[in-house]
Every structure is written in C-alpha cells, then in structure tokens.
C-alpha cells in the first residue's frame, strides 16, 4: 500500500519505518526537511495542501503537533487543518484514515476510571477543539476513519520529571496520571494495519495508571533527595483503561514505566 504521514516527527518516523519495512510505500508531509531513506518526503504547509501530483494514496496517518499549548494554536494545528487535507485527498482512494487526538477530550477530573466505551466530555477548550476535529473527520470519513486517544507519551527523556522531583518539595493534592511508551504507541498504530474491522476510535495507554505524588517521589528516592509531601486527600485527574487496544491482539512492550525510567537515567 501507499501510506502517507501527513505531520512526521517521533512517533511518525517509528510508525513509517515499521511499514517501510513491511513493504509498504511510504510518503510523508511536513514544514521542515526529512532526511528518511525509506520515504518520499514533501515540504507543504496542511493549510494549503496539494497532493495532485502524489501517487493513489491507500492509507492516511495524520499526526500533527502544535507548537503553541494556547487555544489560537489548536484552533490552527487541530481543526483549521480538517478541510483542506480532506479536499487534498479527495481524489485519492483512501481506505484508511487514522487520526491521532489525545485523551484530552475526556474531562473527567476526580479520579474517574475511562475506557474506551466513556462518553466524551471535554471541560477546557483545547480538548473540545480536539473532540471537533475528531468529529470532523469522523464526518468525513464515516467508515474508514480511525481516532487514537494517546495518554501521556514517555520514553525519550527523563528530564523533566527529574526537573519535577528536584524542585518540588510538596504536591498539592492526589493526582491520576497515565503514559504510554513512544514505542508501543508507534507500535500499535502500524499495528492497526493487520487489523480487519478497526474500532472508530482507541485509547492507547498502558493500562497501570499512577499517582503523579508517587512516581515524582519514586524519582526523589533514585536521586537520593527528600521526598515531597502531599498537601491533601482531594483527587484529580483520572485513570485510563485501553480495553478495545487489547483486543486487537496487541501486547505491550513496556508495561512498567519505572523500568523504563531506570534505562532512561543510565
């Protein structure tokens, strides 16, 4: 099949390799050069895209990123992007499209369990942008369009969380996290290939929610610093369950993140 990547950073260039190496032809849309052997890349802006010149395209990945967390940058990354990649690609016999959104689009906040048959209720204004877009290619493409909902993605860098564990002193309350490996969501997503009847939509998580108080301490004790304090019992956040991932077949490569962590601080 041809494939294209329509946003090709990280998580998009595991993905790529995976099919490349599979078989399949790889082609991918970006704003800066790609230096990729195995695909064919195109310097374009989504806003104005024109694939007339690009080969039938079979299987779409879309994977954009904003720079700006604000909502202005959401609006313009996210959803500004929905029409004129749907126009681009109308001449071609896409039979796939495969959207990556965010978990983002769940507001639950006081420690909630979700999984993939939760109702979508997003509380800010960057998670219903998110749930807009998703809405728009749903709309789009009723029945080939599929929307992953990752959790937090790890495994680059500890930086930050080492950042975290060495300037807090205290956490304001009981917060639920959840990650995902860089490598299982690449994984899953070229995954989805072999996968005869994909669900309209996935979330991808490990299935091992943590207190963020706990994880940020579990740094604090591998740095040998002392451990911060949890200020109050109030809960936040919310834990998330991968149910219908699980039942495609896949299996996780990195079911423990502090395993994970250990690598990374080597």
Request: include cysteine; charge should be neutral; charged fraction near 15%.
């Amino acid at each position: 099949m041809h494939i294209l990547f329509i946003g090709y950073g990280k998580i998009s260039e595991r993905v790529a390799k995976q099919l490349f190496e599979q078989g399949h032809q790889i082609s991918t849309v970006s704003q800066s050069p790609k230096t990729d052997s195995f695909a064919t890349h195109l310097m374009q802006d989504v806003h104005t895209l024109d694939l007339t010149a690009v080969a039938p395209i079979d299987w779409v990945y879309v994977l954009l990123s904003s720079r700006q967390r604000a909502v202005e940058g959401y609006q313009q990354t996210y959803l500004d992007s929905v029409q004129p990649i749907v126009a681009a690609l109308n001449m071609h016999p896409v039979k796939r499209m495969v959207v990556v959104s965010s978990t983002r689009v769940y507001g639950q906040n006081a420690g909630e369990s979700v999984d993939d048959d939760t109702a979508i209720h997003p509380q800010d204004a960057q998670g219903k942008i998110l749930q807009q877009m998703e809405q728009a290619y749903l709309a789009a493409y009723p029945e080939q369009c599929t929307i992953i909902r990752p959790s937090g993605i790890y495994g680059t860098s500890v930086r930050r969380m080492q950042h975290m564990a060495a300037s807090m002193t205290h956490y304001p309350n009981l917060h639920w996290s959840n990650r995902i490996h860089i490598e299982d969501l690449a994984r899953f997503l070229a995954h989805l290939i072999h996968v005869e009847h994909p669900d309209s939509s996935y979330i991808v998580t490990n299935n091992q929610p943590q207190l963020l108080a706990e994880v940020l301490q579990w740094f604090q004790q591998q740095m040998q610093i002392p451990l911060l304090q949890v200020e109050s019992h109030k809960v936040t956040g919310k834990k998330l369950y991968a149910t219908r991932m699980q039942k495609t077949g896949f299996r996780f490569n990195h079911p423990d993140c502090f395993q994970d962590y250990l690598e990374l601080m080597k």
